[in-house]
């Protein structure tokens, strides 16, 4: 098999071929990379420090902003407009299904004046079955 011999490089892993070939020093400053990496982390620092400044001023101006703005309606208790928000909705959902159940299974007047009334549905129903549903008249062309 052919070995591959690249230039620069030792034979083996021994520099017995150019013992004088080092990496290039020219082309990064180490030094410039650290110094970059260190003022990136004391401007992180700084910029965090500046922000937790600024939430500490925050904090105290709404601390400060808790007063009331008009002291004079404090003592007021005003009710909103209509409709307002349920109090207790889990009652007034079983008003409301009581009262539907009451409409569906009673009787009662929908017009006196025109004599409709309803009744159960369960009346209702057996009705439907004894005199079926009403069917259009067929069309003579």
């Known amino acids: ?3 591959t011999h690249y230039p620069g490089t030792a034979a ?3 520099d017995a071929e150019n013992p004088t070939t080092h990496h290039e020093t020219s082309d ?3 030094r410039g990379v650290f110094a970059f990496g260190i003022a990136l982390f004391l401007t992180a620092v700084l910029i ?3 922000i937790w400044l600024l939430f500490m001023y925050f904090n105290g101006r709404e601390s400060a902003a808790k007063t009331p703005q008009y002291p004079l309606a404090v003592g007021q208790h005003r009710v909103p407009p209509e409709p307002r928000l349920q109090t207790n909705p889990r009652e ?3 008003d409301l299904r009581a009262s539907e159940d009451a409409i569906l299974n009673g009787y009662g007047w929908v017009d006196r004046n ?3 009334v309803h009744i ?3 009346e209702a129903m057996k009705l439907t079955l004894e005199r079926g549903l009403p069917v259009r008249k067929a069309q003579t062309k």
């Open 12 to 14: 083996h892993g021994s």
């Open 120 to 122: 159960p549905i369960s």
């Open 1 to 3: 098999m052919a070995e």
């Open 92 to 94: 007034d959902l079983h």
């Open 48 to 50: 965090h420090f500046m």
């Open 114 to 116: 025109n004599g409709v």
């Open 28 to 30: 990064i400053s180490i």
